[in-house]
């Protein structure tokens, strides 16, 4: 007697595959539509949840081996936190709030003006190589008798600032005119949308929040959120997480605990492993950069250790660095190709370190993914999410890694088996 069709193994997962691809259609992004219009306040909740996830080692230490309770251990470590937080700003917020004014003085009032001075030395010493040409030429060509006019070819040519050897392989004029353009353009920049267009780029959703609150007042209301949340997912962490196991089939629970352990070992190694590769590469950049003669090496530096979090983002504060070095030298007349190869030699080296040194001893090969792996997902997630999507990518695509190695590729190589 033939076995009915819907007791076949390839039948039932095909169902089940149909009606999963039916909540990706449907369900899934209703509710991912409202997650993201939801995202400013759910930022901070989230955030509030990986900085407990992070301490949790520390806070089960002490609750463990001191036999501190859980809420000590908490408040404890968010003291520690803020204090260490207090002293790194009481050191840094000076040189900090300086290179920072210096940078927004020279974008929006002496860039425009150098780069003008430059450009308008330039052109003068062109006017005067096209106009002392004709001089020279006629002075050796008098035949009438008299005495020649003095020759003041020389003196003129010593008088004229020769232009930048960088402009003698263009068309000066082109250069000058594109120049002049950009500048005036960047000086009549405002400056309001150009802080509106940051913080959307955030895309944190702070408008969802009111019109009348300010991306100011929003951070500190993210701060007090994220400062109560923290508390208390510290607090209840190991709680929630034992009260979560019985709900898991008894006939699964051994394998899903496996599972989830291995998700726990590759998240934890790849945010703590990032936190302490951003801080590095931070301290090595604004070094580096000060020794390198970098205009706003301090403020470039932990910009660019921050966007170390995101996979080959720093590389933005790289650019940054070369053209502010560029301007720099520029504008002091003082401009060589060392100029824009110290910058990128110093964060060459800053990479190679990363890559070889810190990389491995932190965070070693937890999530497993290859560089092209994981560029797609931070791409993908950032179409997705935004800034939080590339935060979230690699490590959403580990644990679906991990998921398909373990669970989905046996369960398929089992049915092909059968058949």
Not at 81 to 88: I, W
């Given at each position: 007697?033939?076995?009915?069709?819907?007791?076949?193994?390839?039948?039932?997962?095909?169902?089940?595959?149909?009606?999963?691809?039916?909540?990706?259609?449907?369900?899934?992004?209703?509710?991912?539509?409202?997650?993201?219009?939801?995202?400013?306040?759910?930022?901070?909740?989230?955030?509030?949840?990986?900085?407990?996830?992070?301490?949790?080692?520390?806070v089960n230490l002490l609750h463990r081996r001191l036999k501190v309770r859980r809420s000590l251990g908490t408040a404890a470590v968010?003291?520690?936190?803020?204090?260490?937080?207090?002293?790194?700003?009481?050191?840094?917020?000076?040189?900090?709030?300086?290179?920072?004014?210096?940078?927004?003085?020279?974008?929006?009032?002496?860039?425009?003006?150098?780069?003008?001075?430059?450009?308008?030395?330039?052109?003068?010493?062109?006017?005067?190589?096209?106009t002392i040409a004709p001089q020279t030429d006629g002075s050796e060509l008098q035949t009438n008798g008299s005495e020649a006019q003095p020759d003041n070819t020389e003196a003129q040519?010593?008088?004229?600032?020769?232009?930048?050897?960088?402009?003698?392989?263009v068309n000066r004029e082109q250069v000058h005119d594109w120049a002049g353009r950009g500048s005036e353009a960047l000086a009549n920049l405002d400056w309001k949308q150009v802080w509106s267009l940051?913080?959307?780029?955030?895309?944190?959703?702070?408008?969802?929040?009111?019109?009348?609150?300010?991306?100011?007042?929003?951070?500190?209301?993210?701060?007090?959120?994220?400062?109560?949340?923290?508390?208390?997912?510290?607090?209840k962490f190991q709680p929630l997480c034992d009260w979560f196991v019985p709900f898991i089939p008894r006939s699964h629970r051994d394998k899903t605990l496996e599972l989830l352990g291995k998700m726990d070992q590759t998240v934890a190694a790849f945010i703590r492993g990032r936190l302490v590769q951003a801080t590095v590469m931070g301290i090595v950049l604004s070094v580096g950069w000060w020794i390198a003669g970098v205009p706003g090496f301090l403020l470039l530096g932990l910009l660019s250790g921050a966007l170390n979090l995101i996979p080959f983002a720093a590389v933005i504060g790289c650019a940054a660095a070369v053209a502010l070095s560029a301007y720099g030298a520029v504008a002091g007349g003082q401009f060589t190709l060392w100029v824009l190869l110290w910058?990128?030699?110093?964060?060459?080296?800053?990479?190679?370190?990363?890559?070889?040194?810190?990389?491995?001893?932190?965070?070693?090969?937890?999530?497993?993914?290859?560089?092209?792996?994981?560029?797609?997902?931070?791409?993908?997630?950032?179409?997705?999410?935004g800034?939080?999507?590339?935060m979230l990518a690699i490590p959403v695509a580990a644990c679906a890694k991990i998921l398909s190695k373990e669970v989905l590729l046996p369960k398929l190589r089992e049915l092909a088996a059968e058949h």
């Open positions: 007697m033939n076995e009915p069709l819907w007791n076949r193994r390839w039948f039932q997962w095909l169902i089940v595959s149909l009606a999963a691809l039916a909540v990706a259609a449907f369900v899934l992004p209703l509710v991912l539509g409202l997650l993201y219009a939801a995202r400013s306040v759910l930022v901070p909740v989230l955030a509030a949840f990986a900085l407990a996830y992070i301490v949790n080692p520390l968010m003291v520690l936190a803020v204090a260490l937080v207090l002293v790194v700003l009481l050191l840094i917020s000076k040189p900090l709030a300086q290179q920072a004014g210096q940078l927004v003085g020279w974008l929006k009032n002496d860039w425009p003006t150098k780069l003008q001075e430059v450009l308008q030395q330039t052109q003068d010493a062109t006017a005067d190589d096209k040519t010593d008088n004229a600032a020769p232009p930048p050897w960088w402009l003698k392989w940051l913080v959307s780029s955030l895309d944190i959703g702070v408008g969802t929040v009111g019109t009348a609150i300010s991306f100011t007042s929003y951070l500190a209301l993210a701060a007090v959120v994220t400062a109560f949340c923290f508390f208390f997912f510290s607090w910058p990128v030699l110093v964060y060459a080296i800053a990479q190679t370190l990363d890559g070889w040194v810190v990389e491995p001893l932190v965070q070693g090969k937890a999530t497993d993914l290859d560089p092209v792996t994981v560029l797609l997902v931070v791409m993908l997630g950032a179409a997705l999410g800034l939080l999507g590339m």
